[in-house]
């Protein structure tokens, strides 16, 4: 995706980068939805246009993540350096989403939100009014949610499975329709690479195009919800917003910036600069498969990762990789057992940590999706269902943040395994191995 400055050299104006028009159509959304407030026809305007671009961009994810994975795994000529990827791949998923969920349940330990003078803060904070019907909604969805991560691996219908947006499923079969194209003869294969590449090549166009309207949609998107939320729902649970947004800050300005500059040997800043347009696009959409899109653009075009990663890290690492939800779902379960009195033991957190990391595969790129699976951690732990009713009312600003963490630490992957590859020019650096022989 080019954001390079488009000049007008008739009128002698610039027009700014694309992550500039993005930053100013933020800022006006918050401006606008805080002066405005929740006038109906404001709203409606508004969630009309932003339901425009979030659709664009859902319409070309299905295709784009199948014609990924398939030309991607399909011409990597030996498979020993795909289980390597593979495996570099699983490395750093696990152990970033260790490095959160430890983060977010230390940060809730720390400033104890559910404590309100040595109390515990649930009488006085109430649940949700419609407690109930989220409840009622999810109360069926146990431990058996979890087991179902691997009934999703393999859907009996693959075209139910893209229409329903089931992304776990998608992959399963793209990474074994890939695998098998190597197996074809020479001539059948190569009709099926170029067939792939040239649809893979075809979406990604049509991103770069979606995303020419991103500050028109970002606007369209966040205006609403500043306008109908405003931050003023926060106020009650402030000190709960705050703990996760230090965690999730702590993960996303501290901890990964450190495995970029370490790990991968490159410069943090240059990666944030790279990916701004996925970030706030995550930001204003809450979901990280409507990203997509948005986040390969900006690690093709402008990180210089080689499309033999990026095809086959970002679409596993949005649906496996969900460091800001794994936090998240840890603080939410750790904070109700606070507010509920419940001082729970070693044993317990250890098992809070694990299920939070299970289930984070399980969590859907869309927006609330975790809300499910902390359902689930709280059958795991026996803490009570309704818990989930405290945090509704801050659920969707905390989920624009969560969701850029997401979409971040996939990002952060990319760069790493394309680095760990020995892979040239990614943000600008010779490879790995042409430095350390320098
Ligand atoms: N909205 C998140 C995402 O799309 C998922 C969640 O935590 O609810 O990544």
Known sequence: MSTAPVSDESRGWKMPALHWQVAAALVAAAVAGSLIGPQPDFIAGCTFVGKIFLNALKMVVV???????????????????????????????LGTGLLAIVVGLLFINLLSPGIIDGKPAGPSIGLAQDTQAVVGKIEDKGAGEFLKVFELMFPPNIIE???????????????????????????????????????????????????????????????????????????????FVAAVLLALSTHMFIT????????????????????????????????????LPVTIQCMEDKAGVPKSVTSFVLPIGTTVNTDGSALYEGAVVMFIAQCYGIDLSFGAQFLIVSTALLTAIGVAGIPSASLVAIAVILGAVG????????????????????????????????????????????????????????
């Open 161 to 239: 499975a893209a229409a329903d947006g089931q992304m776990l499923g998608l992959i399963c079969f793209s990474l074994l329709f890939g695998a098998f194209i190597m197996k074809l003869p020479e001539k059948a294969a190569t009709v099926q690479r170029q067939f792939w590449s040239g649809l893979y090549d075809v979406m990604t166009g049509m991103t770069r195009l979606i995303m020419m309207f991103a500050p028109i949609g970002v606007f369209g998107l966040v205006s609403p919800i500043i306008a109908q939320t405003g931050w003023a729902a926060a106020g009650p649970l402030a000190k």
């Open 256 to 291: 990964l910036p450190l495995v970029l500059r370490f790990v991968a040997r490159v410069s943090p800043l240059a990666h944030f600069r790279a990916m701004w347009p996925a970030i706030t696009t995550a930001f204003s959409t809450s979901s990280s498969a409507a990203t």
């Open 63 to 93: 295709p784009l993540i199948v014609a990924a994975i398939i030309s991607g795994l399909s011409s990597v000529a030996d498979a020993g350096g795909l289980g390597r990827m593979g495996l570099k791949t699983l490395g750093y998923y």
């Open 383 to 438: 803490l009570p269902l309704e818990g989930i009713g405290l945090v509704l009312a801050v659920d969707r600003v905390l989920d624009m943040c969560r969701t850029s963490v997401n979409v971040f630490g996939d990002s952060c992957c990319a760069v790493t395994v394309a680095r760990l590859e020995g892979e040239d020019g990614v943000l600008g650096e010779p490879s790995l191995r042409a430095s350390r022989q320098a």
